[in-house]
């Protein structure tokens, strides 16, 4: 039986993305099927997403490398990184300098026989290689722009450079998180904003995919990273917009649940995390750790005593769970109807039984690697699947049938753009020098 | 202007913060989002803080104020027969059907896919569940922090020696919901050409595997190379220039980078030419894994930080391209200049809580508008929907209401 057709096969799209926010968008719709179309440069190697061309030693001696197959970033480190593996999932790869003329000819064919332009690009990049929407629309009157740099096109910050972590810090994220006894500064890289803008930049695209089906028309979109952001942090805007008050970090605690907190556990760095939801709940964990009393106790009555008296209660907690296994710790508890999970590392994920039973994890064959799982798309639809995760392509890998079949280029003129450097599957400054040259 | 989603019609069972997030995405670009809220108080987000003026009232909840924007409310009570025949009559007519409800909820009340699809065989069905519908730990519990511990992110967040931390608040439910709606209108699309719904399985567990933060390439990473992603410190980065969080003369600011390239940012940044073609700072064997060197580099970074406020520092940092950002409180968001002058705070009027600053659209669509309209009152629509479109009498609606149906 043939296999039931995905939403979105037969739309292509041009993927002009970099770092994680863009990249991880473009993944969602190729998971839906839409054929995705890495733009790259063989004159400008695109190390934020696949990472360095040339490793040097030092980086690779007291532990690095970790980013690589065995620690080795082999002849061609940009095509093995752990991170490209994920970013570029699905994705074919063309190659073409778009800052010739003839690059942005090429580029703007592929534009007519494309029906969504992604770009997460700094603000002020596509508008310096004069491939703006006007540009993008007179090739293709029915294309959909899509431009998310990180704090939108317009407004005093628009050139700033953005990553999900400076990102989170002016949204406020950064300030409402870390441990209540330490200041901000122990708070750590965490990038929730670029996961989210991911989504949404996948959300925004099937929006104007449907609008452009019933219309006609294609549009242009623009999103600001930090404003996507800013609408996950409903608690903290409110408590300032309705009562111009400031929330403070929490740590690991929860006004509406007590108590709640992540215990050690035996083993090597193994935790639980735990939540009280209600009286109930807690009567019932009174009863499993052996200590009753507790739930007799008017300091631990009743929510708001509980979080107040969370201090104490927390060291009689940790003396339970310390010497039992975590993930035995979130059976029991569960098994008890109480909120518990193990906090689980990346060693265990790939053994959890939970993900096997779903058949979470794909086989995903790595040239010169072998096979590995990698985690397959976030979410199942019961009569067309969505599809299985390939691997990162090599640069240049689909030159052939983007410039042939997609845009209809001859032999002879494929290999005038491979003379040209527009085509080719090695970074122009990694090439051997041509002989006769002096040095 | 036109909305992207005229004309679709949405069912919301949803409750909460992940599912209400999915479909006030729908509701704000134009969907005609129903939502069906329980007679006894209705959705548990109207209970949950913060309120206007410290009131815990059902509609002065600020989260649910967002949460809902857009929306039309009922009451419905889906464990009665009227509930369910009424539910059947919405869905019929509808695209969408978005429910977050424990997996055993809608099959034990009878109303699981093939019901809905024998009524209507176009209904997408965007089922969101802790653990998916199906293995082990389906019927487990889970709030924001297990959310987050179960996904492998957790572990590697916070102090190597402390335990492991959760993210702010309950950022995880609305990424959650944001991957709901992408998921939701990508079956939608499928179904317009191919006539047929389906049934969509979200498992928080795995949107928090597959796809928080940078967890998915650290797993690659760890199978390369058994190099597990740790909890560490700022003084844990590997090579001499700046990378996370730092005070300053006023408040905190971040930082990132750490690539040689960009060596000469940085010394522009901190005002120090003279250090750019320095091989003290620039030979590898020193800009990696030399902590002395990168103590005599720190003491000059912090000179200048102590010179400059957050802000002041994020401004010069970003001006000579080096990555960074000053640590805001939500005082410092409500007066950030770039937000301000992007209009992103917009005014909406509530009958109740009156009119109050919500953050504004999460993207700007130009042929098509964003809606900025309130979250309803409990049971607003209850006459609008059942009167004027499924054809009950006020005689009826007295009754439902006697009888706990609405």
Redesign the interface.
Known sequence: MAS?????EGIRIVDLTIV?AGP?GTV??GD?GAELVRVESLQHPD?NTRG?TRI????L???????????DPGDRPWERS??F???GRNKISMTVDLERESGKEIFLRLVQKSDVVFSNYAAGTLEKLGLT?PVLREANPKIIMVY?PG??L????K?????????????????????TD???????????A???A???G???T??????R?R?G????????Q???T??????????????Q???D?M??R????AP?????CSGD?N?V?I?I?DDKMWATFCDVIGRPELSHDPRYADIVNRYKHQDDLDPIIAAWTQDKRHYDL?HLL?GR???????????E??DD???Q??G?FKQVELPG?GL?????????????PLKEPHRAPLLGEHNEYVYKTVLGYSEEEYQQFVRDQHIGDTYIDLLPKPQGVSP | MPFALDGVKVVDLSHHIAGPYCTKLLADYGAQVIKIERPDGGDPARRMGPFLKDDPHPEKSGPFLHLNTNKKSITLNLKTELGKKILLDLVEDADILVENFHPRVMPSLGLDYPVFEARNRRIIMTSISNFGHTGPYRDYKMSEIEAYAMGGVMHATGMPEREPIKLALTVEQFFVGNVAAAASMGAFIGALTSGEGQQLDLSIMEMQVGHQDRGIANLITYQYSGQPTFRRSRELFRTIMPNGVYPTAEGYAQFSGGQLAWWPRFCRMIDRLDLIDDPHFTTPENFYNNPEVRAEVEAFFYEWLFQNTKQEAMEKAQAEGYLAGAINTMEDVFNDPHLAARNFFVKIDHPVSGTLKYPGPPFIMSETSWKPGRAPLLGEHNREVYCARLGFSSEDLVRMREQGVI
Request: glycine content about 12%; cysteine-free; proline content about 5%.
């Open positions: 039931p057709r995905l939403p979105l994680w991880s969602f719709l839906l190390v360095q040097p030693k030092a980086a001696e007291g532990g690095g490398g970790g980013q690589f197959p065995k620690r752990a991170s593996q994920y970013s929407y998310f704090f939108g317009s407004g005093p910050y050139y700033f450079k953005g990553f999900g972590t400076n990102m989170e810090a002016l949204a406020g994220l950064t300030a409402l998180r870390g441990y330490m200041d901000v500064t122990v708070n750590g890289s965490v990038f929730q670029d996961a989210a991911g989504a949404m996948a959300f925004l099937l929006l104007a995919l449907h609008h089906n219309t028309k294609g549009q242009f979109i623009e999103m600001s930090a404003e996507t800013l609408h996950h942090l409903s608690q903290a805007w409110f408590q300032y917009a309705m009562n008050r400031l929330l970090p740590g690991n929860d006004g509406a649940a709640q907190g992540v215990y050690r760095d935790w995390a939540t939801e979130m569960q109807g109480i909120t518990a999970s193990a906090v689980i590392s990346h060693r994920i790939f039984p939970h993900l039973a779903r979470f690697v590995f799982p990698h985690a397959g798309p976030v979410y199942k639809m019961s009569k067309t």
